[in-house]
Structure formats: C-alpha cells, structure tokens
C-alpha cells in the first residue's frame, strides 16, 4: 500500500465513494417515471476519474457496465477540451462504442477549483427511442437506421444552460414524451446527486488525498485479478456456444473464444460469423460487456471492482464486420441479451476449462416482450419494455440449485418484475399470471433456477407485442454432466390465447386484442452435475412444491413418487436408476 495512504482513510473513502453511487441509484429509482426505471431498475451507475478510468460500479447491469469503460473514453475523446463546468453530456449510438441505442447514457464532469477530477455517469434503458417500432426492438430491420435515434455524443446543458433545442429533438422523436422526458431528469438528478456527494468529499480530504485513495484501489483491484490469473496454469483454452436460430433463416451460428493465460496476464481472442441483416449483431462496447460478464463469473472476486481489475486483461474481438465486432449500418439493438449472452457463455467455458473447480452452469437467456399502444384512459400513447417478462433462472453450481426467476443472464440478478398492481395501473393492462414454470430448471445433481411466465390482457383497445430474444430452442447449458430428457418446458416461447391458441418460437410483432391473452415462457438455469445423483428426497421436495413433475422426476432424476401417499418408492427408484 502506498505510504501515502493510511488504511483508516482509504476505508473512509472507498466508503463515501460507494454511498455517492447508491445515492444515484436511490434517485433514479425514487424519481424515474417509466415502469422500466422505478419498477425494474433498468439503469446502471457508476465514476470515473479524469483520466477517465472506471473508479467504482454499481451493482447493476452487466450489460450496461462494462460497455462504460470504453465509451466513457470515447465520449471524453470526442469532445477533447471542449469540456466544462456545468456541461452535461449524452450519448447512445454503439459506433461510439455505446452498447444499443435504448440505453441512453449521461456523463457530467465534476469540476473542483476549475480542475476536472471526476465523472458521473448514469446510463438507462428507455422504453422507447423512436423508429418505427414502439420500444425500438424492431425484428424486421435490415440496417441500423431503421431501428431509431442514434444519439452521438451531445452537450444537453453547456455550461449550466440546458440547451432545450437539443432536448427537444431527442423528445421529439420519442413515443410516450412524458416518460422519456422524466427519465432523463431522473438521469440528470442522479448525476447531480453524485456530483454533490465528491465535492463534500473532495472538501474534506482534497484532491491529493482522494487521487491518492482512487489508485490504490484500482491497485487492490489489479493485485486480485493478478492472483487469480497466476494461479491458473499457462497455455490456451477454448470456448464455444450456439447462437440459436431465431426463425429468421440465419441459421445456427457459433460463437468461440481462446483464452490465452501466461504469468499474470489473460489474453481474450473472440471469434463469430460476419454480421447479418438482423437486429443481433453486437457492436465494439457492447462485445466488451459480454467479454468481462464471462471473466468476471468466472474469476467471482470479491470488490472493489473498477477498472484496475482489467490491466492484465486484453482482448480481440475479431475482425470488424462481424457478429461480435459489428460495423455500421448492422443493425443491433437485441444485441444486449443476444449475442451477448452467447458470447458470455463461450468465454466462460474456456476460462473454466483452465479451471475446472470454477464451473458453473449458465443462467438462461432473455426471453421477452414489449407492450404498446394507445391507454383508452387518456387517448395518449403508452409504451413499455416489460422487464418482467425477461425473468428467467439461475444456473446451478458445484454446491446448490440456482435462484429462481433471478435472471436472464445479461442482467444477472439485478432487475426487478416490480409490483404486478403499479404495472396495471400504469398501463391499461390486466395482468392473468405470473409465476413460476414447472420442469423449467436444468436437470441436475444441482437443479437450475426456475423460469417464468407472465401473461397479460390488454384492456379495451389493440396492445402491439413485440417478442425478441432467445432460449426458445436450445435449453440453457448446464455443466459438469447436467443433461436434460424434458426438453420443451425448458424452452422460452411465446404463446397467443384466442379463439385459438397460438405459439411463436422466433422473434415477431403481434396484435393482441382485447379478450385475447399473450404469455411468454422463459428458460430456467442449467443445472450442475449427474441428475441421477440428486437425493430422491430433494426431488421429492421439488414435487412436493411444484417445480417439478411426476413425469419429470421419473424420467429426468429416476426418483418414483407416489403422488398419493407423497412419498419416494425406493425400491422402484433403485431400480430406475440402475437403469
């Protein structure tokens, strides 16, 4: 540790860093407008430094933190020193190494005694960004610029002066103004919030002591990623996933990675398909999210967690013009759940083939919908993202089941479904059910995370759904000998109930009408280990509170339940598995 920097203090100040975070956080949940912030908390916050070099993340988004890293360099680039006091910075387009245009990022300078020392920064999913498809998840697109606004970095206060021109253009080709607009001042006041905070920090310690505070805790930082790597032996390790076909004739696409270990150093080499006239292709920043998503699964170190971690990390992405270095006009934005969740998946498996005491099966990938169109309340425009929808499960480990209804892997446990009452009152809907899906975890020693299904109702008008993502066709891969025989209630999909049922595997826009109902199904976990080697009375426990059948503990685990006495028969259970 550095002799400038007494422990005592370093505490007190990684403490204060963290509470100006949580205090973003906190505002935008208590003053965001759309559902999409104050019920599912899709928003990510973190700071910078004036290098500018992550100091602190929250315990947020996955796939919005790790693509700050890169466009936070990009943004401060772009403007160079052009940048002052009272300037407020906005930015989305993914050729600037933004992750999709929906997730709409703010940058303030913190200036202190006219020195810049810090950055706040606070980026969110809006639940619409124009185009021609209400919440921007646009199937059909071919290019990028059918899907939105793309917003390359833009000053919207300069100099303490909001500039409505600008604000007025981006509201302008938004749907529902009202939530974006409250949304973005919810943004604003997070970034203010923060602000205050090291300021009151920067005038108890000064700039020296804080600087001096900051390195040494990218130097913690760095010293555990270092330990880690160094304990892993040398050489090249591979990975691969699939990339379902989503129904739109592209085919099955693998994605693979090698890993390179040598000393304390980790070399990331990624390798995909060229890019497609379809909106899953991922660019540079939103790659980089899925890249440390992997790392970071697998490395599970503790905090602190800033930009220190990634020193001894570099990676390749590929060629540009690929699926996972894309390159403009590829279309893009259900690039933060696919491809990257698949990327994620194939760079962790390498890691823990270099590793095996790590492995861990995969959390599914998101499955869900988005619901427009005009509230028959107020003859306005509603649109959502509806975050609850995408819910799926946890994967299993080397030592328990996975979390129910705790993912999809992008956002790895930091989204909420928000209450099912504030949703109806906030949009005309009805919502029919959501809960748990039986036979959706992976089968397993360890069982996966059960998924879940959300159904809804429009009330007295035309509801427009769109459906993107994936896990409708491959189950979530588990680990460590985890097979599944039940494939189909592991799958997502998306199912239209009329006058007949319908069911949609692939990415698609629907018209639901009132009296009809949609209700998507997401994956669960994979599951870890031999399923044959789950206790019989763990499988009965899994009966007993409906997360798994009959059908599913004979066929699956080789334990036979008696349903009406609810017990294991033993006898018939040896016999099973003997088989």
């Known amino acids: 540790m550095s002799t400038s920097v007494d422990p005592i203090t370093l505490a007190v100040v990684r403490g204060a860093l963290e509470t100006a975070q949580r205090e973003m956080t906190l505002t935008l949940e208590k003053t965001g407008r759309s559902s999409v912030f104050n019920l599912a908390h899709d928003y990510s916050n973190a700071l910078f430094d004036h290098f500018p070099e992550m100091i602190l993340q929250g315990q947020d988004i996955p796939i919005h933190l790790g693509s700050l890293i890169p466009a936070m360099k990009e943004v401060a680039k772009f403007f160079g020193d052009d940048i002052h006091e009272g300037d407020v910075i906005y930015h989305n387009d993914p050729a600037y190494k933004g992750s999709h245009i929906l997730d709409c990022c703010m940058y303030k300078p913190v200036f202190y005694q006219g020195e810049l020392v810090f950055w706040t920064v606070c980026k969110g999913h809006l639940t619409d960004i124009g185009g021609p498809v209400p919440a921007g998840y646009n199937p059909d697109a071919k290019e990028i610029y059918a899907e939105g606004l793309r917003i390359p970095p833009v000053k919207l206060w300069e100099k303490g002066k909001r500039r409505e021109d600008v604000v007025n253009l981006l509201l302008t080709n938004m749907r529902a103004r009202r939530d974006q607009e409250g949304d973005l001042n919810a943004q604003y006041g997070a970034c203010r919030v923060g602000e205050r905070n090291l300021i009151a920090l920067l005038d108890k310690y000064g700039v020296k002591q804080i600087q001096a505070c900051i390195a040494e805790l990218k130097n913690m930082a760095d010293r555990q990623m270092r330990s880690l790597i160094e304990a892993v032996p040398d050489g090249e390790y591979f990975g691969s996933a699939v990339l379902e076909d ?26 995909s398909p060229p890019q497609i006239p379809y909106f899953i292709n991922s660019y540079e920043g939103n790659s980089m999210s899925g890249v440390y998503l992997g790392l970071m699964m697998f ?74 169109g005009i509230d028959p309340r107020t003859g306005e425009q509603y649109v959502t993202m509806v975050l609850a929808s995408i819910i799926s499960g946890a994967g299993a480990t080397q030592v328990m089941d996975g979390w129910h209804a705790c993912g999809p892997l992008c956002c790895f446990g930091a989204l909420s479904s928000g209450d099912i009452e504030l949703l109806e009152y906030s949009y005309p809907i009805i919502i029919r059910r959501y809960g748990l899906i039986q036979d959706s975890g992976g089968a397993g020693m360890y069982r996966g995370g059960s998924g879940t299904v959300w159904e809804v109702e429009p009330i007295d008008h035309d509801m427009t759904v769109v459906a993107f993502g994936e896990g409708r066709q491959i189950p979530t891969m588990g680990a460590a000998g985890a097979e599944n025989q039940l494939i189909e209630p592991k799958l997502g999909k998306l199912v239209v109930k009329g006058e007949q049922e319908q069911v949609y595997k692939a990415n698609t826009i629907l018209t639901v009408k009132p009296g009809e109902r949609v209700a998507n199904f997401n994956p669960g976990g994979g599951g870890f280990g031999d399923p044959k080697n789950r206790t019989p009375e763990a499988v009965l426990s899994d009966y007993q509170n409906g997360l798994v059948s009959l059908e599913a503990a004979a066929q699956e685990y080789g334990v036979v339940i008696d349903p009406r006495t609810m017990r294991v028969d033993q006898q018939a259970t040896a016999a099973l598995r003997q088989q």
């Open 299 to 372: 490395a599970q170190l503790p905090p602190p967690y800033n930009e220190g971690l990634y020193r001894c990390v570099s990676v390749d992405l590929g060629r540009k013009g690929t699926l996972c270095n894309a390159q403009e006009p590829a279309p893009h934005v259900n690039c933060t759940t696919t491809p990257m969740e698949t990327l994620t998946d194939a760079v962790r498996k390498a890691l823990e083939q270099a590793a095996p005491d790590r492995v861990a099966a995969s959390w599914g990938h998101a499955s869900g919908i988005n619901i427009a």
């Open 246 to 271: 989503s129904g739109h004739g592209f085919g099955e696409m693998e994605i693979t990675s090698k890993v390179t270990i040598k000393g304390d150093k980790l070399h990331i080499e990624v390798q």
